[in-house]
């Protein structure tokens, strides 16, 4: 079946611009996560979806990031003013019901910040 | 905070040789779970452990999960060229719903 996808694939952007990303779980997953990796670097944790509501957003870096779901489906990770630091690989995993530990994830979405 | 640590960071080997990767927890974890990251790739699950203690294995693959539940291991036997990746553990603390990423291990295998 078809796994997450994540748009766009890659996004250049100048700084202080608003960017927005988008994941799309696998269908029927409640859980989804947002996390950051930085090149070469492990995954930083962003915030947490169960359902439409986010109980953890203890990892977002600042108050220029935000994220939303709708529907139990679709999440959009918006980042305004963009900074150089924002520079990373933007990843979405989400998880089914029954095995809500295991994740998976999309590709990812490349952000270079120029 | 809660934290997760895996050793080493990097580990050069060449084709045949064994490899070990360790993930060591800051607190106690419900569960531990373990992926693979091809380079310019995304993390893929490999496997979950639960129990203290536990053992699985996946071919050339074997998993651990210390008695303590705060440790685990990841053991290839005779790597081949395919395993090239970075391994990721990550720990689910208990009472939390928030999976702890390890800092990963990087594996190069030389033919």
């Known amino acids: 079946g078809a796994g997450v996808s994540q748009s766009p694939s890659n996004k250049v952007t100048e700084k202080g611009k608003d960017v927005e990303l988008r994941c799309d779980p696998i269908s029927g997953h409640t859980a989804l996560y947002w996390y950051r990796q930085s090149l070469g670097q492990g995954l930083e944790f962003l915030i947490y979806f169960q359902g439409n509501s986010a109980p953890d957003k203890s990892g977002l870096p600042s108050d220029r990031f935000s994220a939303e779901r709708t529907g139990g489906s679709v999440s959009t990770l918006t980042i305004q003013r963009t900074q150089q630091e924002d520079s990373a690989v933007y990843l979405c995993a989400s998880s089914p019901p029954a095995s809500r530990d295991e994740q998976y994830f999309g590709p990812g979405t490349r952000l270079t910040v120029t | 905070g809660q934290q997760v640590m895996q050793i080493p960071q990097y580990q050069h080997v060449q084709e045949g040789e064994d490899f070990t990767t360790y993930c060591n927890s800051s607190?106690?974890?419900?569960?531990i779970q373990w992926y693979k990251q091809r380079p310019g790739g995304h993390p893929v699950f490999l496997i979950q452990?639960?129990?203290?203690?536990e053992v699985k294995k996946q071919k050339r693959l074997t998993f651990q999960f210390g008695e303590a539940k705060k440790n685990s291991s990841l053991h290839i036997t005779a790597t081949q060229t395919t395993d090239v990746g970075t391994y990721f553990c990550a720990g689910l603390p208990l009472n939390t719903d928030k999976l702890i990423f390890g800092t990963g291990t990087r594996l190069q295998v030389f033919p």
């Open positions: 452990l639960v129990k203290s203690g």
């Open positions: 607190t106690t974890l419900s569960n």
